[in-house]
C-alpha cells in the first residue's frame, strides 16, 4: 500500500481533466501543499470558502501554504440548513467586496455542505472561476469532492439549484478525518461500502477483513479505502459526466435513503446512514427481484454492521408513506420506478420491469423495523 501513496488518482474528462491527491498529513507538509497549489493559481487571488468548524482546525495550515497572496476567507455557517442562495449571496458578495476578479482561484476547506456550495460559487461567480477542493469529510473525501455536482438547496427541495462544475484539483489528506465526529465518520463508510457493491468484490471482501481497522481510523487502511472508492468514483465519473446512464450506478440504496431522509425529517438520520438502511433494502429487493443470490444480502448488512452502520429502520415508516416519498404514482404501471440493483456483490444495474408488490414486500419487512 505504501507505494500507491504518491500517485495521483486523475479523473479523466479531456481537457478538464484533474488529479486527487489523497495524502496522510498534506495538510501539515507546507512544502508539498505549497508546490501542489502553486502551479493552480493564475493570479494573486484566492478565496477560501469554509465554516467556524473547519477553519480552526484547519485554517491555518492552509493559508500558511498561499503565502505572498491574496487570501480573503469566506466562514459560511456550519449545516447543511445554510446551503441555501442566502449564504450564495453572502459569498458573491464577498468576492465583490473584496475585488476578486476572474482570475481568482476559490478554495473548498471543509465537508459536503461546504464544497457543494463553495462550488457552485466558482461555477457561477464571473461565469465560472478556478475551483480547488479540500475535502474535510469522510462522505466528502469519497464522494462529494469528486465529479463536479456543486448545488444548493431550496425550499422546494434538496440541491435544486446548481451545476455540473468540475474542480481542478481534489487535495485529500485523511488526517483530518481524526478530527471527525464519531456518527459523521461512520455515515461516510457507508458509502464506501456502497463503491464495494457496485464495483468491486475484490474491495469489498477487503473490507470485510479489515472492518475493525476501518472502525478504528487506522491511516494506511483508510487511504487504501478512500483511494479506492475515490478511483471508482472518477472512472464512473469519466464515463459519464453527467449522469445520462451509468453513473446512476452511484445511487445505490439513495432512492430508498433519500425516502427515509424525507419522511423521517432531514437530519434525523444523517444522509449515509440512511443510504446504509436504503442498501440493504436495495439488496433485499435485489434478492427479490431474483437478482442477488441468497447470502447476498445479508452479506452487505453484516459489513456495515460490523462498520457500525444502521441496517433498520427504529420507527417504522409504512410501506405507502415510502412509496409516496419515492415519488410512485399509484396509478401508473408497475416498476415505475427505476432502482440500482446489484446481481451480484461488486455490480450493479438499473430495474427494467419489476411488480410493485415486490417492492412493498421489502418495504414491509423494514417498516417492521426488520432488516
Ligand atoms: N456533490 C456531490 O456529488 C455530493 C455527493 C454526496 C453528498 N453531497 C452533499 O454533501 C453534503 C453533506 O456533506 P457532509 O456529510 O460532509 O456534511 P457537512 O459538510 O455538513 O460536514 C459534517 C460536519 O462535520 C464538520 N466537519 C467537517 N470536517 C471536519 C473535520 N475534519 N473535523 C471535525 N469536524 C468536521 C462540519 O463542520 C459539519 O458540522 C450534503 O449537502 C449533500 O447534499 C454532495
Ligand atoms: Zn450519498
Known sequence: MGSEASQPLTVELGDRSYPIHIRDGLLADRALLEATLKPLLRANQVAVITNPTVEALYGEALLSALPGRQVDVFSMPDGEAHKNLETYGAAMDFLMAHRHNRTTTIVALGGGVVGDLAGFVAATFQR???????????????????????????????????????????????????????????????????????????????????????????????EHAIR??????????????????????????????????????????????????????????????????????????????????????????????????MGMDKKATDGNIRFVVTPEIGSATLTANYADAALREVLDTFSQGQA
Open 128 to 222: 465560472g472561476v478556478d475551483f480547488v477542493q479540500v475535502p474535510t469529510t469522510l462522505l466528502a473525501q469519497v464522494d462529494s469532492s469528486v465529479g463536479g455536482k456543486t448545488a444548493v438547496n431550496h425550499p422546494a427541495g434538496k440541491n435544486m439549484i446548481g451545476a455540473f462544475y468540475q474542480p481542478r484539483v481534489v487535495l485529500i489528506d485523511t488526517q483530518t478525518l481524526t478530527t471527525l465526529p464519531p456518527r459523521e465518520y461512520t455515515a461516510g463508510l457507508a458509502e464506501v461500502v456502497k463503491y464495494g457493491v457496485i464495483a468491486d468484490a475484490e474491495f469489498f471482501s477487503w473490507m470485510e477483513a479489515n472492518a475493525a481497522a476501518l472502525v478504528a481510523r487506522d491511516p494506511q487502511i483508510l
Open 228 to 325: 479506492t472508492s475515490c478511483a471508482t468514483k472518477a472512472r464512473v465519473v469519466a464515463a459519464d459526466e453527467r449522469e445520462a446512464s451509468v453513473r446512476a450506478i452511484l445511487n445505490f440504496g439513495h432512492t430508498f435513503g433519500h425516502a427515509i431522509e424525507k419522511l423521517t425529517g432531514y437530519g434525523a438520520w444523517l444522509h449515509g446512514e440512511a443510504v446504509s438502511i436504503g442498501m440493504v433494502m436495495a439488496a433485499r429487493f435485489s434478492h427479490k427481484l431474483g437478482l442477488l443470490d441468497q447470502g447476498g444480502p445479508e452479506r452487505i448488512r453484516d459489513l456495515l454492521l460490523s462498520l457500525g452502520c444502521p441496517v433498520a429502520l427504529t420507527q417504522g415508516l409504512p410501506a405507502s408513506d415510502m412509496m409516496d416519498a
